[in-house]
């Protein structure tokens, strides 16, 4: 029988960092910690081998296509096939960037929505019957969809709504943010949570269409971790890194048959409608 793998994208520090070793204290197989940066990433990885965890590590960079697909020959060829993928890597401008908005737009989105995208297309055809998907998203993408005109709402909770769609627009709002007149076209002010809104649709499509996967329980949900102590968070969140990496380690060792959640947006192991979910400080 082959080896059970796990991967977590970004996952040097914060909430990533937390999940790799959640699970490597209760997945049993092979967990990797990933990283842009190779020497951050050993680091990282040699710090939970001083708590006696065995975490392995790639370098991956989310935004990086060669890098992507490098990662992913060397997981088919290792494993032959992926049991659980957190997609976990992100970023934020900090509240007091003078950097455009527009640019932040680009940026986060790309990171945020494009690279969670196209890590998902590299390594989806590899899960394995029962695999688990996590995507990392954030009570931002509530936030920001209910400052969205109602025009914009109706397009992003469409439930047939498909990739393409989804990812028009997310480029609809990155060239309206360039043009200054993102809030005029009904979209959300904030670059990250739009961004997020992109992750928590883009989970309800790709648990829609590995449904009808002919690989069995193959789950896909989103989550939001909650108000972490991080340094994208500039350290104000009230959870710690662990209690941060509860819910998606909880997603990502779903049994083999479950039935829910499926397809959902998940906070405090509790099932959200993420379009109506309200963190609670």
Known sequence: MSTKVAVVTGSNKGIGYAIVRGLCKQFKGDVFLTARNEELGQKAVKSLNDEGLSPKFHQLDITDQVSIERFRDFIKNTYGGLDVLVNNAGMAYKQASTAPFGEQAEVTIKTNYFGTLAVSEALFPLLRPHARVVNVSSMASSFAIRKCSPEVQAKFLNAKITTEELTKLMNDFIQAAKNGDHEKKGYSNSAYGMSKVGA?????????????????????????????????????????????ADTPIYLALLPEGAKSPAGDFVADREVHRWNEYTYKF
């Open 200 to 244: 928590s649709v883009l989970s309800q499509i790709q648990h829609r269409q590995l449904s009808a996967d002919p690989r069995e329980d193959i789950i896909v949900n989103a989550c939001c971790p909650g108000y972490v102590d991080t340094d994208m968070s500039s350290h104000k969140g009230p959870k710690t890194i662990d209690e941060g």
